[in-house]
């Protein structure tokens, strides 16, 4: 069953500005990822944030977790049109090997 | 990092009939997924395969619709059988090292 959920389901914002989606999941995790998927496209792999780190960044990228809420955000500065995809975090639980189960995503249209 | 190739990476099949999808890691890995993404849809875990063993299916998804084969540590199949339009999806395989997830290029199906 899927843990993450992602909102907003969809996003649309103007070319600049700043996009902030968010995440919630329900079990303790070793770390939490995001992940974009451009239309037909496949994923691409943003940005990892362990369990014990709170805040990470990656060019434009800035990533949240809270543990003690089990939620993230994903903030994406200044968009740009190419922005435009779909957004997934997906959720890796605490014991080994078990696969990332990801949330429903969010839709983001940067509109030019 | 593990580097996985899938085969084939796309195909159109007729309703009835089977497909059956490899996936080929370059290295060994204890555990594989089968993760399926409907379109517009985010990822869903089908199953975890065990090399050994069998594999171990999430709700909604059976052996008979889904089987799996996995005969060594580098390599698993995932037939989808008897399809039906509802089957046409990217199906993804996976693998988790040292904690972060790997994905294949994923084999994108249309059932006519």
């Known amino acids: 069953s899927q843990q993450g959920e992602e909102d907003p389901q969809a996003l649309s914002i103007q070319e600049g500005e700043n996009a902030t989606m968010n995440c919630s999941y329900k079990t303790s995790i070793n770390n939490l990822q995001w992940y974009r998927q451009n239309s037909g496209r496949g994923l691409v792999h943003l940005i990892l944030i362990r369990s014990n780190e709170r805040e990470k960044h990656s060019g434009r990228l800035r990533v949240t977790l809270d543990t003690s809420k089990k939620s993230s955000s994903l903030l994406i500065t200044a968009s740009r049109a190419a922005d435009t995809a779909s957004y997934f975090c997906?959720?890796?639980?605490?014991?080994?090997?078990?696969?990332?189960?990801f949330g429903k995503g969010t839709r983001l249209s940067v509109i030019a | 990092s593990a580097v996985i190739s899938q085969k084939p990476s796309r195909d159109i099949c007729q309703r009835g009939t089977s497909l059956t999808i490899q996936c080929q890691v370059d290295?060994?890995?204890?555990?594989m997924f089968w993760y399926r993404q409907q379109p517009g849809q985010s990822l869903t875990l089908i199953a975890t395969?065990?090399?050994?063993?069998?594999?171990?299916?999430e709700s909604g998804f059976v052996i008979d619709k889904f089987p799996i084969s996995r005969p060594n540590l580098t390599f698993s199949t995932l037939t989808v059988s008897n399809m039906s339009p509802e089957d046409s999806s990217i199906y993804l395989c996976?693998?988790?090292?040292?904690?972060?997830?790997?994905f294949g290029p994923g084999t994108r199906l249309t059932v006519t």
């Open positions: 997906a959720t890796l639980r605490n014991s080994g090997n078990t696969p990332l189960v």
């Open positions: 290295s060994q890995v204890t555990m």
């Open positions: 395969a065990n090399q050994g063993s069998e594999a171990t299916y």
């Open positions: 996976s693998v988790v090292q040292s904690y972060e997830q790997y």
